[in-house]
């Protein structure tokens, strides 16, 4: 019998599933067809269309970065309290922003992540049209949630905006561009933008994205006020439940978080930035205790500077052992099902993708563990590979990026975005947003 045709066959790695049964393969083969994983096995029968292999290959389910900014100002003024910083570098800097150099921006970031294993992604700035035009030919799947700032005007979205990107774009790219509305945070949209959000949310079965409790400064700001926590207010106004993304989520109380595990609402954590810039660290242990489910999130290349989810692994654990005093919190695996098939479950698309398995889309990375920072390495029935990718991995050492079966990366070689243009680019649009902003002169 003529074995059947497929597009893709990934022969010979070991496998990370990410599935249930948390099933890990010393050596097995996918075969992809139509954009989806149609076989997973040893020794499969097909004959492929194109092959990858890879000795010391491991396959994954693709990274999901479930908070980050589109922004281009990597390593612009640095070292500055978060509300400072807010005021006097992002708000001038956010209103010079126009869609050229978004444009440039988000081909920026999403080559940044493409080579990082990130394929697919939260994305909260501004002028996301030109965000969803990259993501047609980048090849990444994108959730767009335009930034709606009220207070002060000028520096964000509006809430129309946010509709027509929806109108627009939502499900276009084969499904791949998603549109969420984008809610700032609750210290610089007003009620009303809140409530409408939700109530266009709930009509067109989509989720919410905002900054919560971020700083201490931000709290108690509202308790001074509204003599409620940000998570108290929003209970208030009836906004939580439903698909609902709250970045960072640094200081809450008991309270606030039996209001999120009552609501369902994701927390996402950022680690990263919030050392840098000593905004706290995220009760996340007690809130996994609690029931509430916590994925993670780079936050932007200005604030983390880096928006390589991979980084955030290794980080992520490490920071919450040192806040609780416990080394046995937060285990590996528990951090990398939080990159994985924990964040496709906060944005509806579990059934999809975050995990390997016949049926799903075929968003899969390959890590290639020849690298003495991941050897030696075990792979029988008591193997540490989970450990070795959270603990000792980087961004470089992903050496294959797929989404939807369309090989975006290969031996580190992007298909779809061209490095050396952008590069070029996106230097040429740094100074022009720092000139407009006035943080350097149209000498420099």
Request: hydrophobic share 40%; proline share 4%.
């Amino acid at each position: 019998m003529q074995p059947k045709t497929v597009d893709l066959l990934i022969k010979d790695v070991m496998v990370l599933k990410m599935d249930p049964k948390r099933t890990f393969l010393e050596k097995a083969s996918l075969a992809v067809d139509g954009g989806y994983i149609v076989d997973i096995g040893s020794e499969l029968a097909y004959e492929p269309e194109k092959v990858i292999t890879l000795k010391q290959g491991v396959a994954l389910p693709g990274l999901i970065n479930c908070h980050m900014h589109g922004t281009l100002t990597r390593g612009i003024c640095e070292d500055m309290k978060l509300m400072d910083w807010l005021n006097e570098i992002c708000y001038p800097l956010d209103a010079q922003y126009n869609p050229e150099i978004i444009s440039v921006s988000e081909q920026l970031n999403q080559l940044e992540m493409i080579m990082s294993g990130t394929t697919t992604f939260v994305d909260i700035y501004r002028y996301m049209d030109s965000a969803a035009r990259v993501l047609l030919k980048s090849g990444l799947r994108g959730f767009l949630t335009p930034q709606v700032v009220d207070i002060p005007q000028g520096v964000g979205e509006t809430f129309a905006d946010n509709v027509e990107l929806f109108h627009n774009w939502h499900g276009k790219g084969n499904g791949r561009i998603n549109v969420w509305m984008g809610v700032h945070a609750p210290y610089t949209s007003v009620e009303e933008t809140y409530v409408r959000a939700k109530e266009f949310a709930d009509a067109h079965n989509i989720g919410i994205h905002t900054h919560v409790a971020e700083t201490l400064d931000e709290v108690a700001m509202f308790q001074e006020k509204h003599g409620k926590t940000p998570f108290e207010f929003l209970d208030s106004l009836g906004v939580l439940g439903g698909p609902f993304l709250a970045a960072h989520c640094i200081h809450v109380t008991e309270s606030d978080m039996d209001i999120m595990a009552a609501n369902d609402v994701t927390a996402v954590y950022n680690p990263i930035s919030n050392m840098k810039l000593a905004s706290g660290i995220a009760p996340v242990a007690r809130m996994r205790e609690k029931g509430i489910r916590v994925v993670l999130g780079t936050d932007s290349n200005l604030s983390n500077n880096s928006i390589d989810l991979v980084k955030e692994l290794q980080i992520a654990g490490p920071l919450q052992k040192l806040g609780r005093m416990d080394a046995a919190v937060l285990k590996s695996y528990e951090v990398l099902e939080m990159a994985t098939i924990r964040a496709a479950e906060a944005l509806g698309i579990e059934e999809s993708v975050g995990s390997l398995e016949v049926g799903k889309k075929a968003d899969i990375i390959l890590f290639d563990f020849d690298r003495p920072h991941l050897w030696p390495y075990l792979t029988g029935e008591r193997n540490n590979i989970v450990e070795q990718i959270v603990y000792s991995a980087n961004g470089a050492d992903v050496h294959t990026t797929i989404v939807d079966g369309k090989v975006l990366m290969e031996n580190r070689e992007v298909k779809t975005l061209c490095r050396q243009e952008i590069f070029a680019k996106s230097q040429k649009m740094l100074k022009r947003l720092c000139v407009g902003a006035g943080l350097i002169s149209g000498n420099d």
